[in-house]
Every structure is written in C-alpha cells, then in structure tokens.
C-alpha cells in the first residue's frame, strides 16, 4: 500500500481529502481527509521523516489534483442555499460537473499510482455537499427521486438549480364533445398563427389542460403545465379500447370500421374489407404485432399501419419499423396525441411518439466502429495503455514526451466516445489489441 502511498505524493502536493480517498475502500467510518492525516503521519513515520505542518496545510490549498476544491466547499454550499431559498421542498440531491483538467488531474493519479480502492472525486463531492446542505436545511438526500436537484457546475462557476415537476393525479367529466384533452397545435401552421386557425395558432380553441392549468398555475406559482390525460395505464383491455373507439368516432372523417383481439383475425377481416389504415398492437396472441405487420404490408401495401403498444425499448421500436409500420405510438401518450399520429400517417406522413424517438435516432443514426478513426499511433498507445503500462513507460517506449502521450490518449477517448481509461481498456481487450490469460 505505501508503495503506492509513495507514488501518489511524488507526483506533487496533495490534499489530505484527495489523498484519503484513493484508499476510499479502506479503514470504513473514517472521512477521507483522516484517512488521508492518518496516512501522512503513518508514512513519516515509516520514512523517520519530520512531521512539517506548514507543508500539509499547504498541500491542503495547493492540491494539484483538486486546487484545494475541498477547502472551498463551505462557498459553494452557501451558493446553493441561496438558490434553494424560494422553494418548499423535503428532498435533494447534489450533482458535480467537473472541469476537464479536474477529471484530468484524476486520471493521471490513478494511471501512475494504480491505485485500486479509490473513490472518484465526483463521488466525494457529492457527499460532502450534500452532508452539508442536510445539516442546514434539515432536508433529506434523495437518490431515487428527489424534487430538487442542485449541479454544482465547477467549469462554468455556477449552481444550476433543476426542480422536478409537482405532480397532480385527478379525474373530471367531460359534458360536451369538441374540447381535446391538450393543446392541439394547428396542422396547417404548426401553432405559429394562421387564416385558418384564425391567427390562434390552435385547431381548438379551448382544451382541458388550459382550463384546468390555469388554477394549478395560480396556486403553485408554476411557469407551465403540461397535462396527462391517462386513458391506458390502469383501465382494462375492453374499457381502454372503448374509450379509444369512442374518442375516434368523434373525429371528423373517421370511422372504426372493425376490431380484432388476434393478428389472425385482422387478416381474416382484410379479405373482404380493407380499410385505410390499421392499429395494432405489438403484443397479440396467435400472430404478434410484428409478424401481423409484415404479412400485411406484403399483400395490402397500401393499408397504413399505426403501432400502439406498451414497449419503448429501441429492439421493439426496430422491429415494428423494419417490418413497415408507418407510425409508433406507446400507451403513455394522451388520446389528442393518438388522433394527430392518425391524421398525420392519413397525410402521407410517418409519426414517431416523442417517447421514442430517441431510439430512433440511435437506429437511424447508429456509431460506426470508432476503431477505424484511430491512426497506427493511437492504436499503440491503446494498446500500451490496455498493458498496463504507465504514460512515462509510454513516453520512453515510443520516444514521445509525457503530454505528447496525454494528447493522444484524450483524443482517443473523444473519437470513440469514451470518458474513462477502464473504457479503453475494456475496448482494447474486446478488440484482440491485448491478450488476457483466462
């Protein structure tokens, strides 16, 4: 252990905090800054070196690795106290961004001192904020979901204060038709304003989520309210169905014309009525969503098809699209959403539920092998670094200097998207650049 020890103070002065925690696993019910004191005394003493206060306290404010950041925490838990000061809340958590040379700083110390039971700095910034705060708010850490959460951006000098929505859960009754559940944006303009919306820039003048958000707005002090009308979640299959089947017939030009419990039904149907445009679901007994897709596509290409299904995962969202679904919609969305995914595949268009789109881009727009980015150099140094070797060993071995070595492992890390040494590593190791003993 004091091999290491050794190495980590000869790489230059640090503070008792950083010093502790690369032995974070170590000595539980100690904070890291006396474990680091222990370790400092522990090691002059196995040095019969002289005890020199004056140069621990200076390391304290000179850490190369932090900057003294752990002598300053006091600062910024009063910057986020000041941010939290007009909010009612009962729980928190603390996030850390750190700047690049802080995140740089650590990997070196950990790449030259191989150091195996640290605790990253993020980490230690995190508790040490958020204890903190609790002693002086009397509110209590969150991990799960908090309502608050504060990010202590160190790169841009500032707290950013992220307050989680107040959720309301509630019913009402509906008396007259033609009032939508949401805002519905007029097609025409996209809500900008226009001769046919009467320059409203809404297809409906009224909906439920205005006349109800306005309360909510003036009792919680809100700036805005988004509004969930939940016909799926928790009704039945039949009740769920029947409040859709009502909800289309009130639509202009729609009409349900049929309905199925089983992807062999839908095809006995289409051999004597074809309609416009179908919607499944993906999980059907007999014949799934996806195979009921593929088949009708096959002999009736000009029927639209709108998946509305429960499964957000990007395999599901995949296969319903490969199969030839003209649209995607997940059972979280509100039925104003459903009715405008209708006219829009009606349009000639495709749509895609905003809760999935982001996997629709990770499909469309998939990485390519990061590998073939990397030059003949890079790929050395990957591969030295997968060794195990440290950067001086690096340097020495292909006759570069230390920061030359440095660059070249941050650029590898940016071209292949990875933010930690352990992700090269693993990399290489996937790749065949390092062979591995079982």
């Keep these: 252990m004091f091999d290491i020890v050794a190495s980590i103070m000869g790489e230059g002065p640090i503070c008792a905090d950083c010093l502790g925690r690369q032995f974070a696993e170590r000595s539980t019910h100690l904070t890291n800054k006396q474990r680091g004191q222990a370790i400092r005394v522990v090691a002059a003493m196995l040095n019969n070196t002289p005890v020199n206060a004056q140069e621990w306290e200076a390391a304290d404010d000179g850490c190369w690795v932090c900057g003294g950041l752990f002598g300053r925490l006091d600062s910024w838990v009063d910057r986020c106290l000041e941010q939290l000061q007009d909010y009612e809340f009962y729980t928190f958590l603390v996030g850390t961004k750190l700047s690049g040379r802080l995140a740089e700083n650590e990997e070196i110390l950990w790449a030259e001192s191989k150091t195996t039971a640290a605790e990253p700095l993020k980490s230690a910034l995190n508790r040490e904020l958020g204890k903190r705060i609790e002693v002086l708010t009397g509110k209590r850490a969150e991990f799960s979901k908090p309502e608050i959460l504060l990010i202590v951006d160190l790169a ?83 009740k769920t169905y ?25 095809l006995d149907f289409l051999k004597h009525t074809v309609p416009d445009m ?15 897709t593929t ?49 829009e595949i009606r349009a000639g268009k495709n749509y895609i539920s905003s809760l999935v ?29 997968a060794e195990g070797k440290s950067y001086r060993q690096i340097a020495q071995l292909l006759s570069l200097s230390h920061a030359t070595v ?22 290489a190791i996937q790749k065949g650049y390092v062979f591995v003993e079982p």
């Design 156 to 238: 841009r000098d500032k707290v950013e204060l992220h307050v989680n929505p107040l959720f309301l859960y509630g019913r009402y009754k509906k008396f007259v038709r033609g009032i939508p559940q949401t805002k519905w944006p007029c097609r025409d303009c996209g809500g900008k304003g226009c001769p046919k919306c009467n320059l409203t820039g809404k297809t409906y003048q009224e909906s439920v989520q205005e006349l109800i958000g306005s309360y909510v707005l003036d009792v919680s002090l809100g700036k805005d309210v988004v509004f969930h009308g939940g016909y799926y979640g928790h009704d039945t299959p039949e």
């Design 242 to 266: 029947e409040t859709i089947k009502k909800s289309l017939e009130e639509v202009p030009g729609l009409k349900v014309v049929g309905e199925f419990s089983d992807g062999l039904e839908v």
């Design 278 to 292: 179908l919607i499944l679901d993906l999980t059907l007994p007999h014949l799934p969503g996806k195979e009921t």
């Design 295 to 343: 088949l009708i596509k096959s002999f009736y290409p000009n029927v639209k098809i709108l998946i509305l299904t429960m499964h957000k995962t990007k395999m599901h969202v995949a296969r319903a699209l490969k199969s030839g679904a003209d649209g995607y919609i997940v059972k979280e969305n509100s039925l104003s959403d459903l009715i405008f995914a209708i006219e």
């Design 357 to 385: 789109r982001d996997q629709v881009m990770d499909i469309i727009f998939h990485k390519k092998d990061s590998a073939n980015l990397l030059s003949k150099r890079e790929i050395e140094i990957l591969t030295f670094i």
């Design 406 to 427: 440095n660059n070249h492992r941050t650029n590898i890390k940016k071209k292949m998207g990875f933010h930690k040494t352990s992700e090269l590593v693993k990399y």
